[in-house]
Structure formats: C-alpha cells, structure tokens
C-alpha cells in the first residue's frame, strides 16, 4: 500500500478560501478581525514563527500586530499589556508567543488573555470547557488536526484511536477531541511500556512527542491513518517528525508529511479562531 499524502498546504488552502468569506461578511459589517502578538527576547524560531503568522493575516485580511519587549521585562509589563490588549475592541485574538524567558510565569500569564481572546486555546478556562464536551476556543494543532481528518473524510466516529503524547496543548486535547466525536481513544506517553501494543491497533495514530523515528511501519496497523505531529531538526538540519515516513507510508492509509504536514494547519487554525471570535464579538455587541 501507498499511502495517500495529507498536505497541510493543499488543506490550509481550502480553510483560508472559507475564512476570506467569512472576513468579507465581517468588514461589510465594519469590522476588520485583530490578531496581536507579544514577543518577549529574542528567541530567533519564535521570531520566524511570528513573521509566518504576520504573513498570513496579511493574505486574508487580518489586522496584526506584534509587541515586541526585551528579555528581561517584568511580568508586570505583560499583566498591564494584556490588559489592554484584552479591552481593546479592534483585536479579536491575542497571543503570547512561547517559550518565554524563564523569569516569566507562562502559566500566570496565559491565565491573564481573556478567554474570548484567546486563539491560542490555551487559557485553562477554553481547555477545561472541552472537558466539559464544549468548544470554545481550542488549542490550534489539534484543531488542524482534526480538520485534516474532516478534509479526508476520515471517519472517527467508533474508530480505535490511539495518540502518543499527553501534553495540555497538544496530546490531551487532541485526544479530547476524538472523544467528543465518538473515538475509542487510548492515550500514550513516555511511560508506556511497549508501545506497539497500542499503536497497532489504531485505526487513527497521531503522534506528537518530538523523537525522530518513535513509530515506523512496524508499528502501525495496514490502513491507519497516521498523523504526525512531531516537528524534529536532525543534526544536519532537516526536518522531521516522529514517524519514519518511508517505512509508515508503506503501511498507513493517509499520512502527514513533515514539513507541509500538521504545522500549516496550526497557523490556518489560529486564523481560523481569531475570526470566530471577531464573529462572537459581533454577535455579543448585537445583542
Ligand atoms: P511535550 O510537551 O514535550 O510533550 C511530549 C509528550 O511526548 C509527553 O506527553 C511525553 O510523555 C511524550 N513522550 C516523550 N517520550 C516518549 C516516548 N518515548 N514514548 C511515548 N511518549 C513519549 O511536547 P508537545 O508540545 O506536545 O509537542 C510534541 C511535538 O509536537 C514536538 O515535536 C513539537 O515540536 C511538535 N509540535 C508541532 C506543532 C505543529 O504545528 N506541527 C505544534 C506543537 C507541537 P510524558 O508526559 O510522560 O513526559
């Protein structure tokens, strides 16, 4: 078997055409969706991160904007920046880009976007609703995935899904989310014995640990679909994800690639929730 490739690209493509639509019904109703950004020091990745986002809000129409500090700010400066930017009604979604310097409280500080705001999906309130089998704001690289399976028309429902890794912005709600569409989900982490034992059973393996290698063809059932999150950069500067795609390609159904996998469809997916809560901002100022 050769597996069909799922391009973030080619998917990516297809919600920007539907967020453009939804911005044009926005400015006709005078509104223009805002993204901010905070950016504290001068981590080089996040810097490239936040130029790729830029771009992107600026292909669809979405105001941005990035707030640069140094890397020794206090937290104070970024409490009192949020608390601006969390009144300001030109933006929509807000930001704060990671990792921060280690001065900084990252939890204390996500806790301070106001949940409406925030496009992240990382303010525990936005997380814990999901909990509860709502969604409001959901963390971006789940949420792509889960579009990827929707644009292939993977069913999940009564599907055996398995996802290596159980991080809060990646692992757990992804794992939440397969569960809120009806997926038998098993959940693996760095203390599983014999992985194989699980991820050849699932119909649905998504990956999303940061280790070059950790699944290969071996270890997944003929038919999966397998989704990669993992983003490694080997010595000599490729990039990878988890899985050892040649070998998994051979085996699975559909597979990500990496790069021009999940990672597209995270920015697609910030995009996508900063105009949703421009949209629920309307909606609440109608009211
Ligand atoms: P993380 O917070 O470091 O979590 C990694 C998870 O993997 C943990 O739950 C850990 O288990 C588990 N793990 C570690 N070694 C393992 C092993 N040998 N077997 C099974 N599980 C193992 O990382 P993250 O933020 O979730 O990100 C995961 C990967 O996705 C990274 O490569 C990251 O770069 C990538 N990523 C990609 C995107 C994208 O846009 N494509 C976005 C976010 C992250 P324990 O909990 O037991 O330690």
């Known amino acids: 078997m050769t597996?069909?490739?799922?391009?973030?690209?080619?998917?990516?493509?297809?919600?920007?055409?539907?967020?453009?639509?939804?911005?044009?019904?926005?400015?006709?109703?005078?509104?223009?969706?805002?993204?901010?950004?905070?950016?504290?020091?001068?981590?080089?990745?996040?810097?490239?991160?936040?130029?790729?986002?830029?771009?992107?809000?600026?292909?669809?129409?979405?105001?941005?904007?990035?707030?640069?500090?140094?890397?020794?700010?206090?937290?104070?400066?970024?409490?009192?920046?949020?608390?601006?930017?969390?009144?300001?009604?030109?933006?929509?979604?807000?930001?704060?880009?990671?990792?921060?310097?280690?001065?900084?409280?990252s939890d204390r500080i996500l806790q301070a976007i106001a949940p409406a705001k925030d496009v992240d999906g990382f303010n525990w309130v936005n997380l814990g609703a999901m909990v509860a089998g709502h969604t409001l704001l959901a963390p971006c690289t789940p949420l792509g995935v889960m579009t990827m399976l929707d644009y292939a028309k993977v069913p999940i429902e009564g599907r055996s899904a398995v996802v290596i890794g159980r991080s809060a912005i990646v692992g757990k709600p992804l794992a939440l989310m397969l569960i809120a569409r009806g997926a038998t989900v098993t959940v693996c982490s760095s203390k599983t014995p014999d992985l194989k034992q699980y991820t050849s059973m699932a119909e649905i393996l998504a990956v999303a640990v940061g280790r070059p290698g950790l699944v290969d063809g071996t270890m997944i059932k003929p038919g999966a679909v397998v989704i990669d999150v993992g983003i490694n950069r080997l010595p000599g500067g490729k990039l990878v994800g988890d899985v050892d795609f040649e070998s998994a390609s051979r085996v699975a159904s559909c597979i990500t690639p990496v790069p021009g996998g999940v990672g597209r469809m995270t920015v697609a997916m910030l995009l996508e929730n900063t105009v949703t809560a421009a949209e629920r901002s309307v909606a609440a100022s109608s009211k």
Do not use: M, W
Request: aromatic share 4%; charged share 20%; proline share 5%.
């Open 3 to 105: 597996a069909i490739l799922l391009e973030g690209a080619v998917i990516a493509q297809h919600v920007y055409a539907q967020l453009k639509e939804r911005i044009r019904r926005l400015r006709a109703d005078g509104v223009q969706p805002g993204l901010a950004a905070i950016l504290v020091g001068e981590n080089s990745a996040s810097r490239i991160y936040l130029k790729n986002k830029a771009q992107a809000c600026n292909d669809i129409g979405v105001h941005s904007e990035v707030l640069r500090f140094p890397a020794d700010c206090s937290e104070d400066t970024v409490f009192t920046t949020l608390e601006e930017l969390n009144a300001n009604p030109r933006i929509h979604g807000i930001l704060v880009q990671l990792p921060l310097p280690k001065h900084l409280n």
